[in-house]
């Protein structure tokens, strides 16, 4: 019954408009932040901190809000990555990415605002390695993270993506 709850709230607050979200990559000590989300299928999804951005404030002081509210960090927005297209009907959402430096605060699971308490969705933060991405399985991983080799290789991204997004036309 729950997960029909956080379906229902999750399409009535983003679904079937446009979305923008900003994603920050944070990387130290060869491990990059992860935070897991619990969908309302039950499936795990995991991807870097981030979300909606709030009309009238601009791009890394979106970033730094979103990741205070999930993370706890304080961070400092470096060079911008890529731009991601991301359309599963009734989600859609242009989803900028940008390298980030941590410069404060304490690390630990936040909350999504935008959710009620009894339907939030994160569940879980951590920093992991190249070897736990590539154990996660596709389905249950953000799309720009399945092929990398390396995270140098991130720094490098540039341009638009949607990997082969059946819904776009």
């Given at each position: 019954m729950r997960e029909d709850k956080i379906g229902q709230e999750i399409?009535?607050?983003?679904?079937?408009?446009?979305?923008?979200?900003?994603?920050?990559?944070?990387i130290r000590d060869?491990?990059?932040?992860?935070?897991?989300h619990k969908m309302s299928d039950q499936r795990d999804f995991w991807s870097?901190?981030?979300?909606?951005?709030?009309?009238?404030?601009?791009?890394?002081?979106n970033l730094k809000r979103e990741f205070m509210e999930e993370t706890?960090?304080?961070i400092e927005v470096g060079k911008f990555l890529c731009v991601h297209e991301f359309?599963?009907?009734?989600?859609?959402?242009i989803e900028l990415f940008f390298e980030v430096e941590m410069n404060g605060g304490k690390l630990?699971?936040?909350?999504?605002?935008?959710?009620?308490?009894?339907?939030?969705?994160?569940?879980?933060?951590?920093?992991?390695?190249?070897k736990d991405l590539k154990n996660v399985p596709h389905d249950s991983i953000h799309q720009v993270f399945w092929g990398i080799k390396s995270f140098r290789e991130i720094g490098?991204?540039?341009?638009?993506?949607?990997?082969?997004?059946?819904?776009l036309k």
């Open positions: 399409e009535s607050k983003f679904g079937n408009k446009l979305r923008t979200r900003v994603n920050g990559v944070l060869e491990k990059i932040l992860m935070v897991r870097v901190p981030g979300g909606g951005m709030d009309f009238g404030s601009d791009a890394p002081s706890g960090l304080e359309l599963k009907p009734p989600l859609h959402a630990h699971l936040g909350i999504d605002p935008e959710l009620e308490s009894q339907n939030q969705i994160l569940s879980e933060i951590a920093w992991m390695s190249l490098l991204w540039k341009g638009y993506f949607n990997f082969g997004n059946k819904y």
